[in-house]
């Protein structure tokens, strides 16, 4: 068959150059150009206006409009491949590359709340510092991640907690060959001090803060939001119980008659304890009898302690339950730096016990620690003690 350079296309009226010897296996066709319209091509101009080229001259300026439409084309496919190289060389862009590494490698073996908080590392990452390729990654993003973390007002032990969770992409890219070599992040340097604590006067204003929005807010959807505020202030000020322990309790984990709380996995969540351990926490006078209240009030289809009143969880994340607190706090100008709306109400609670004289042992079982050293390093701070009463122990 012979492969004819020029072809005339009578639908558009345009000769068509054909590229015989770029066409690629596997492909129907050359590659294919325009090199003009057929009274561009076929009419010449002249003093005395176009004149029609005859055959051989037709054939001549086309091959004349062929060399350079093949140059052209020549150049761009260079510059194309050059590019396609480049970008080989340089590694996949960072935003495919986290997704990939979220769905194969952290989402199998994590639990959904630490896989939303390495999504949520990715997502900062991407916000800051933009998408670009993964072997262009340099020291400057790592110093304008942290920057950017600094300027959304995030404390410091939640600045280093996202720079650790990017430093384990940036090591995983590196053992799946996406890096040349491993990257290391200098993290930020953050003070090993507890949560500050709540104390007895800040507790009652805080309470009393809520169940004030509780009494006079109109609104019912509003109402059952600040109910739920209510009941995760008493869960944390009573019982110590961490943030998704109260996000992720199930009605039926409350044992009023044995004046019990079961903290354990929730199956139909895919949910379970920090420590893998179930445990019974006792709930203490005034807790007990909140609850008991708490219970009469509620519907028939709610399952969850903090139920969105159609038996579904009302927050899907610790933050939106820290957020809602937090201001509540705000409102009664509890403001002081390092006290956290939950945290410092866990924290609150398990030093109140260690300093009242509470076992060391028993506090740790309540509060869900495997390590005494968590207890120790944390919460058991000279400055939420009375020293004075400590060195009375030495008087005759």
Not at 133 to 149: D, V
Not at 183 to 205: D, F, N, T
Not at 324 to 344: E, F, I, M, N, T
Request: charged share 25%.
């Amino acid at each position: 068959m012979k492969k004819e350079k020029f072809i005339y296309d009578k639908k558009r009226l345009v000769w068509i150059g054909q590229f015989h010897d770029l066409q690629k296996s596997g492909t129907s066709h050359p590659p294919r150009v325009t090199l003009g319209t057929s009274d561009e091509c076929e009419y010449k101009a002249t003093k005395r206006g176009p004149v029609r080229r005859s055959e051989s001259e037709l054939i001549k300026w086309l091959s004349v409009l062929y060399d350079e439409k093949l140059r052209e084309y020549e150049t761009k496919q260079e510059a194309i491949e050059s590019i396609a190289r480049g970008k080989l060389a340089d590694g996949p862009l960072i935003q495919g590359l986290m997704q990939n590494w979220i769905d194969d490698d952290v989402q199998p073996s994590s639990k959904p709340g630490t896989v939303n908080e390495y999504r949520r590392t990715c997502t900062l990452f991407l916000d800051i510092c933009g998408n670009f390729r993964i072997r262009k990654f340099r020291k400057q993003h790592a110093n304008k991640f942290q920057n950017g973390l600094t300027g959304l007002d995030l404390s410091d032990s939640s600045v280093r907690k996202h720079q650790t969770q990017l430093q384990v992409f940036l090591n995983w890219s590196f053992t799946e060959e996406h890096l040349d070599k491993p990257v290391r992040i200098k993290k930020i340097k953050v003070s090993h001090r507890g949560p500050e604590i709540y104390s007895a006067a800040e507790l009652k204003i805080l309470q009393a803060t809520i169940e004030t929005a509780l009494k006079s807010n109109p609104n019912s959807y509003q109402k059952r939001c600040i109910k739920n505020h209510l009941r995760a202030f008493m869960l944390a000020r009573h019982s110590v119980l961490r943030n998704g322990e109260i996000l992720n309790l199930p009605l039926r984990h409350l044992l009023l008659d044995e004046t019990l709380i079961r903290v354990s996995a929730v199956t139909e969540i895919d949910w379970s304890t920090k420590t893998r351990q179930e445990r019974f926490v006792p709930m203490n006078p005034e807790l007990h009898e909140f609850l008991k209240i708490d219970m009469q009030g509620r519907q028939s289809q709610e399952k969850w302690f903090l139920d969105n009143g159609k038996g579904g969880q009302a927050f899907s994340t610790n933050s939106q339950l820290t957020q809602a607190l937090r201001r509540h706090k705000k409102r009664c100008g509890l403001d002081r730096v390092g006290l956290k709306p939950l945290q410092s109400l866990r924290s609150t609670g398990i030093t109140s016990m260690l300093a009242n004289g509470g076992k060391m042992d028993f506090v740790m079982k309540i509060a869900g620690h495997s390590n005494p050293q968590t207890t120790l390093n944390h919460y058991v701070r000279s400055e939420n003690f009375d020293l004075q009463d400590t060195v009375n122990l030495l008087s005759n």
